[in-house]
């Protein structure tokens, strides 16, 4: 990554990023609405991205946009809803092959940004409603979504913790909003949205190919140029202490196994280089294999197959979340304290700091190798006027001490524990 | 002694060298110089299926338990003084490991140190060390694994319908075996499967990304023996072409129910032809696809969400096309992908289907060259079928409307079809 990103304004808080990217076949653009994460609208703009994908006036149903797509030589049309710090972001992208490797000399690349533009401004509208059928349809499917969460129990148990741990901040809204949110929109709210997201949304349109293609943005401002832009500025995520007394939840289903999650909090967490410290704190406490919950956890103790820690750098929290035997849950938990208490008072080798500072550059200079890792690491960094690129993490990531980790260590207070266990008739 | 040769794409601009060391051992490089990680794989031909076997040099067949494949994957990182894990935090690479039904991979991927990791790599593959106090701790830990898969439904509504299609050959049994499995592995059990799976005839060696090629063939050479191992013979397990029922269900906490439909085809000879492969994916894409007539209605009449999808899932003696997703019509989801399999027998394929599923095909071929840990897999395919790895290209270019026409009047079956559910508990 040593050719020179571009960025230019496309329109009032729209911004234009070229990314070079020349060892790919392919060609990826991608464009975010960023927009702050409320109740009253997070449920309609989760839906709107994937209303967009799925009709327009152009290409009315999903049948006929996958035929296009496929005629486009099999690019891929994603869009997704994330959560980032306190925002919501809708996600949508085209990836395609290179005009170079098109059998028939066609610009490939250029009919996949008129296509996705067709979807985002052109979209399948009358009187001021999307197509009602469109928008049962994929209200179903999002419906569905929802619904289906509880189905992957790993993912479902520290989704359940993390929105505990967050109560009362924007960021414990879900990304898609609710289920009942859901039920309650019209196609004419969906419609409401998306006038509201292309006027008021942070907006990234990304470009990463090998070479830099001003047409691709220049298509983007004459779209845009039909917006009445008034861009609601994008706050910087709160970051709160732990509560005064620890949240204590428990779900009980038909498990096998029981799951075990706690979410701590930092008491000092403001800084840039709290994220480095938290992140090599994360990964030494229950990172790689070398870790100190995985070496004692998984194998000295054989309590589980995962016991592993993660951050949200943005809100400046951790969680470790195991899948533990109900009867050894008590010991799990004690046991990850205990691990805890290690990093507090300075009980670790050195050893264990440079193989997570080691791992942790080793990921940062991988991560130019694949088009759309590249694309979210820099869309994640956005409102930076001058992010680090992967290589400047990793010299930062290095920097982080020994005093460092027992520092952040003696700042993480438990705040959530969450424990899903067998319903009694399991248990039989 | 390392004979190789080097094989090119002009199509895709790829090209990649192809080897075999006098110990028997394959060898796969495609050098990326412009890509900044290299990822390197150590496999063997011997996956969770392999629970009969026989040397070469052997008549009779020894049976182990289901399981052992991915017991000794999981002990094989242990060593006399630490584990392989120890020594990979000192370069920082990531390093992993996994069983398949066919295969046992070990894996690392890096940007710096490669010869080192290299070196851990080829060491800890081929010197294990078990004891019964270490087989004894690692059962805890995978039967919490065979524990979390219990719940996961994704997992177990395709070992249901594996059950349902399979009377006897192993691919029926969960990779990691079962509780009471692995409870009858032992230390000598394990040196025993090692000697004989990962002796180097059986075994390949896949390397992409930023390498230095004749660097790596030196470093093979000087640290494996010439000694060549003894031929592995996979026992087959007298499968019958019958299913061995019809449906199977269970009940999980899930949201929506779940389905597998499956057809279970004929294994004449046990492997499937690169061409068959292609030619039932093309198929599949036709039937099922999200561009296919099907797929449209489903959606539009909330049979089926965007989960749905279909595959053809195939190996030594084994092969079924699959259908599997979400639906509160598990049933109907079946009967409506019968009917439409016998509507297109009737009516034939739409010549513009047929292009339109080509052209997406080959789209995703050519993508799936942007991706290091991709290539490093299909080398590893190309390691396990002995086809060459841009045979497909050729082969996808030849296939005709003729060819998917044929391959849909012969296969998918009704009478050796099976349904699995999981269904919500109450």
């Known amino acids: 990554m040593t050719e020179k990103i571009v960025k230019n304004e496309i329109a009032l808080g729209v911004v234009g990023v070229y990314i070079p990217t020349t060892r790919f076949k392919t060609a990826r653009l991608s464009v975010e609405f960023e927009l702050p994460l409320a109740e009253e609208t997070a449920s309609a703009n989760a839906l709107l ?57 066609r610009d490939i690349v250029g009919e996949c940004a008129d296509m996705l533009i067709s979807l985002i401004f052109n979209p399948l509208v009358e009187n001021d409603r999307f197509d009602e059928k469109s928008f049962q349809k994929e209200r179903r499917l999002m419906v569905e979504k929802i619904d289906g969460e509880i189905n992957n129990k790993r993912n479902y148990a520290l ?70 832009r008034q861009p609601e500025p994008i706050v910087p995520p709160v970051v709160s202490p732990a509560k005064a007394i620890v949240s204590e939840i428990e779900d009980r289903m038909a498990v096998n196994q029981g799951k075990l999650v706690l979410g701590f909090r930092s008491s000092s967490y403001g800084d840039d280089r709290d994220t480095y410290r938290l992140m090599v704190l994360s990964d030494l406490f229950g990172g790689g294999p070398y870790s100190l919950l995985f070496d004692n956890v998984r194998e000295k103790m054989s309590l589980c197959y995962y016991c592993a820690s993660r951050t949200n750098r943005r809100k400046g929290f951790l969680t470790v979340d195991s899948g533990v035997e109900f009867a050894n849950m008590d010991k799990t938990y004690d046991e990850i304290l205990n691990q805890l208490n290690r990093l507090k008072n300075g009980d670790f080798d050195d050893s264990l700091l440079d193989a997570s500072k080691k791992s942790l550059c080793e990921s940062f200079r991988a991560l130019g190798d694949s088009q759309s890792v590249i694309d979210r690491y820099y869309a994640d960094r956005v409102h930076s006027d001058n992010p680090p690129t992967p290589d400047e993490m990793g010299e930062l990531v290095r920097s982080v001490t020994r005093d460092d980790i027992i520092h952040v260590a003696n700042s993480l207070k438990l705040d959530t524990v969450y424990r899903l266990k067998a319903t009694e008739e399991m248990k039989k | 002694m390392i004979e190789k040769k080097l094989i090119k794409c002009e199509t895709l601009g790829e090209s990649y060298i192809q080897a075999t060391h006098s110990s028997g051992l394959k060898i796969y490089i495609m050098s990326k110089p412009d890509y900044s990680s290299a990822h390197a794989i150590f496999g063997t031909k011997y996956g969770s299926i392999d629970t009969k076997f026989r040397l070469a040099d052997t008549d009779e067949f020894t049976l182990i338990p289901e399981g052992t494949a991915h017991f000794l994957e999981h002990k094989l990182f242990e060593s006399e003084d630490g584990n392989a894990f120890e020594r990979y935090a000192k370069t920082g690479a990531y390093a992993n490991a996994y069983t398949s039904f066919d295969r046992t991979c070990y894996l690392f991927s890096c940007t710096s140190q490669f010869e080192e990791n290299f070196d851990i790599l080829l060491d800890f593959v081929r010197h294990p060390f078990f004891t019964a106090e270490t087989v004894e701790k690692e059962q805890g830990i995978i039967g919490q694994e065979i524990r979390m898969y219990d719940d996961e439904p994704n997992w177990r509504v395709c070992f249901n319908l594996l059950s349902a299609l399979y009377s006897r050959h192993p691919v029926r049994i969960d990779i990691a075996g079962t509780t009471e499995s692995i409870a009858e592995i032992t230390a000598d059990m394990l040196f025993e499967c090692h000697r004989n799976f990962y002796n180097m005839s059986n075994m390949f060696i896949c390397v992409a990304g930023n390498v230095d090629v004749d660097a790596v063939l030196d470093q093979i050479d000087r640290q494996i023996d010439d000694q060549k191992g003894c031929e592995v013979i996979r026992g087959l397990h007298d499968e019958p072409r019958e299913i061995n029922t019809p449906y199977v269900e269970q009940r999980l906490a899930v949201a929506k129910p779940l389905f597998n439909l499956g057809f279970k085809e004929a294994c004449d000879v046990p492997e499937k032809t690169l061409k068959e492969r292609i030619v039932t994916a093309i198929l599949l894409e036709i039937i099922s696809g999200k561009s296919s007539s099907l797929y449209e209605r489903l959606i539009n ?126």
């Open chain 1, 49 to 105: 991205p994937f209303l967009l994908t799925g009709c327009s006036k152009e290409y009315p149903t999903s049948l006929i946009i996958s035929r296009r797509l496929d005629n486009l030589y099999g690019a891929n049309l994603e869009c997704s809803c994330e959560k980032r710090g306190d925002s919501q972001v809708l996600k949508m992208s085209i990836t395609s092959i290179e005009n170079k490797y098109s059998l028939d000399d």
């Open chain 1, 159 to 228: 989704y359940r913790c993390e929105s505990e741990l967050l109560k009362g901040e924007p960021a414990s809204i879900a990304r898609y909003g609710s289920r009942e949110g859901q039920l309650a929109l019209t196609s004419a709210d969906i419609f409401t949205a998306w006038k509201r997201v292309l006027s008021t949304a942070f907006i990234r349109v990304g470009y990463l190919a090998a070479e830099p293609d001003e047409s691709v943005f220049d298509r983007f401002k004459s779209a845009f140029a039909t917006i009445e």
């Open chain 2, 301 to 426: 009449e909330g049979l089926i969400n965007e989960s749905f999808d279909s595959e053809y899932f195939n190996g030594f003696g084994y092969a079924a096309e699959i259908f599997d997703g979400e639906s509160s019509e598990p049933q109907r989801v079946a009967d409506e992908i019968k009917a439409e399999i016998k509507r297109l027998r009737r009516e034939g394929i739409d010549p513009d289907a047929f292009t339109c599923a080509k052209n997406s095909l080959y789209g995703q071929m050519v993508m799936q060259y942007n991706v290091i840990d991709r290539i490093v897999s299909d080398l590893v395919a190309t390691a396990m079928s002995g086809d060459g790895l841009f045979d497909e290209m050729d082969v996808f270019a030849a296939i005709t409307l003729d060819d998917v026409t044929e391959c849909l009047n012969t296969q998918l079956n009704e009478e050796y079809s099976a349904l699995s559910v999981i269904l919500p508990t109450e």
